[in-house]
């Protein structure tokens, strides 16, 4: 996991914290923290070393996903850095600290199920639009509309619909075979899908036939 103090210290090379920062406990290092930053790190930078590892952690837990969780917690430690002049001290810092964990873990998950939801109506719509047309025109690669909108699309969509709709592949056998996650997958069908679209109504088809 990347160091985060390495992006507040203008890429200096990681220092050795000082002993009595070690030695201090929460109380004295958030007091310190206020005092301090934002020209000052060391006392921040120890509560980053004491608490980085169970934030992350408690992140992958959560949220599934190592990326995901190097990302929040990230995003947590700039949130703390940014606040911690705001906090008061009527709970203790760990249980301050696990509040804002929560929080950005329980947004991040939201998020993140908006986005499946999202890319499963995408899917749903890729599969409505002319799959049968798209399997009986491009066959055999003649000269029908579908086959010339196919050779204009990008090497990426032309490739995308051939696998779903003429090899006739599931999604997840098309992620398998492409390398990428379904999710990705789904979007990169639903985009070429709307692509093809486009073309196919701006196409004069009565040309072809």
């Given at each position: 996991?990347?160091?985060?103090?390495?992006?507040?210290?203008?890429?200096?090379?990681?220092?050795?914290?000082?002993?009595?920062?070690?030695?201090?406990?929460?109380?004295?290092?958030?007091a310190l923290c206020q005092e301090q930053l934002p020209h000052n790190t060391g006392a921040y930078e120890e509560i980053l070393a004491r608490y980085e590892s169970l934030i992350f952690n408690t992140c992958k837990s959560m949220l599934g996903s190592y990326e995901d969780a190097k990302e929040v917690s990230q995003t947590?430690?700039?949130?703390?850095?940014?606040?911690?002049?705001?906090?008061?001290?009527?709970?203790?810092?760990?249980?301050?600290?696990?509040?804002?964990?929560?929080?950005?873990?329980?947004?991040?998950?939201?998020?993140?199920?908006?986005?499946?939801?999202?890319?499963?109506?995408?899917?749903?719509?890729?599969?409505?639009?002319?799959?049968?047309?798209?399997?009986?025109?491009?066959?055999?690669?003649?000269?029908?509309?579908?086959?010339?909108?196919?050779?204009?699309?990008?090497?990426?969509?032309?490739?995308?619909?051939?696998?779903?709709?003429?090899?006739?592949?599931?999604?997840?056998?098309?992620?398998?075979?492409?390398?990428?996650?379904?999710?990705?997958?789904?979007?990169?069908?639903?985009?070429?899908?709307?692509?093809?679209?486009?073309?196919?109504?701006?196409?004069?088809?009565?040309?072809?036939?």
């Amino acid at each position: 996991m990347i160091r985060f103090k390495q992006n507040l210290c203008d890429e200096k090379e990681p220092q050795t914290l000082p002993v009595s920062y070690q030695k201090l406990s929460d109380d004295e290092l958030v007091a310190l923290c206020q005092e301090q930053l934002p020209h000052n790190t060391g006392a921040y930078e120890e509560i980053l070393a004491r608490y980085e590892s169970l934030i992350f952690n408690t992140c992958k837990s959560m949220l599934g996903s190592y990326e995901d969780a190097k990302e929040v917690s990230q995003t947590i430690f700039i949130r703390v850095f940014n606040k911690i002049d705001k906090f008061e001290g009527r709970a203790a810092f760990k249980t301050w600290l696990f509040r804002i964990t929560y929080n950005a873990c329980f947004t991040r998950r939201a998020k993140l199920a908006k986005t499946r939801e999202r890319l499963n109506l995408y899917a749903e719509k890729a599969e409505d639009f002319a799959p049968q047309e798209i399997k009986e025109t491009i066959v055999d690669f003649g000269d029908g509309p579908t086959s010339v909108i196919l050779k204009q699309l990008s090497n990426e969509d032309s490739e995308i619909l051939t696998l779903r709709y003429i090899s006739e592949l599931s999604l997840d056998e098309i992620a398998e075979s492409m390398g990428l996650k379904l999710s990705a997958t789904k979007m990169r069908l639903y985009r070429a899908l709307e692509r093809f679209k486009e073309m196919y109504i701006s196409l004069d088809k009565s040309y072809y036939y």
